[in-house]
């Protein structure tokens, strides 16, 4: 008997997600999976749903996350300022090569 068949899309929009969802901020790492046709900068923000910015990273074209095929970076749960988020749910924007993407990380302590 064979597990079940997972079949993800090469979309920008549709490939976007992050796993373990939820996480444990602070004690683990989510990652944050990608795909990108052709080599591109990428930018990553991370709101809360008050709408304040919590994270932002840049990710320079060269950079081996920047190139064409599946990728993916990591967020530990914690903000700009190096503190651990509360347990809520958190809204990922994703820009690169002119898409966009956004999904929703939940983070449980």
Same mark, same amino acid.
């Given at each position: 008997? =064979?597990?079940p068949l997972v079949v993800l899309s090469s979309n920008f929009e549709e490939y976007a997600h992050n796993y373990p969802n939820p996480? =444990? &901020?602070g004690a683990s790492q989510t990652r944050i999976a990608y795909f990108l046709d052709t080599p591109a900068s990428v930018s990553l923000k991370i709101y809360a749903m008050t709408g304040d910015l919590v994270h932002e990273e840049n990710i320079p074209s060269g950079d081996p996350p920047a190139q064409s095929g599946p990728q993916e970076t990591t967020?530990?749960?914690r903000n700009d300022k190096g503190e651990v988020v509360r347990n809520g749910v958190y809204v990922c924007v994703l820009n690169a090569g002119g898409k966009s &993407?956004?999904?929703r990380i939940a983070v449980a302590k």
């Open positions: 008997k =064979s597990g996480f =444990s &901020a967020w530990d749960g &993407a956004k999904i």
